[in-house]
């Protein structure tokens, strides 16, 4: 369960870090949060390259960075974008690698925020708890 002041914090902080993108190739820039079991926040942003392929999204930029400190549970996770755009497939599978059915808030530049869950960006998804 996520508390108020919890989700706040993740919210909070997927805005706080989205001026450090590095997007200048597509202008987007994209500020991710997650909430690990421990109570922890780690923080992400979108990395561009002029080779597109080696860009990296800030929702894994946070599950890498979470991943690389010991961790590896979500129980939240928040992304900012100028219009609360959601995150990509590939995010969103690496998001069910460490997550459950999790909440997950997105917000854009004016502060409004749409919640919903994971799985419900990821429908019929596939992860660990599938393999035999």
């Known amino acids: 369960m996520v508390s108020k002041e919890q989700r706040q914090q993740l919210i909070d902080t997927a805005i706080a870090v989205r001026d450090k993108a590095y997007a200048p190739y597509s202008g987007y820039q994209v500020g991710a949060a997650v909430l690990t079991a421990s109570g922890r926040i780690f ?3 979108n990395v ?3 080779s597109f392929g ?3 999204c800030a929702e894994r930029t946070a599950v890498f960075k979470m991943v690389s400190e010991g961790e590896q549970k979500i129980l939240a996770g928040a992304g900012a ?3 609360a755009g959601s995150p990509c497939g590939a995010c969103r599978q690496v998001l069910v690698e460490f ?3 999790v909440p997950v808030y997105l917000t854009d530049t004016e502060g409004n925020v749409r919640e919903t869950t994971l799985h419900a960006l990821l429908p019929d998804h596939f992860g660990p708890e599938h393999l035999p």
Do not use: M
């Open 81 to 83: 974008t100028s219009n």
């Open 48 to 50: 561009e390259n002029v």
């Open 99 to 101: 997550a459950g059915d």
């Open 54 to 56: 080696l860009t990296n």
């Open 43 to 45: 923080s992400g942003v």
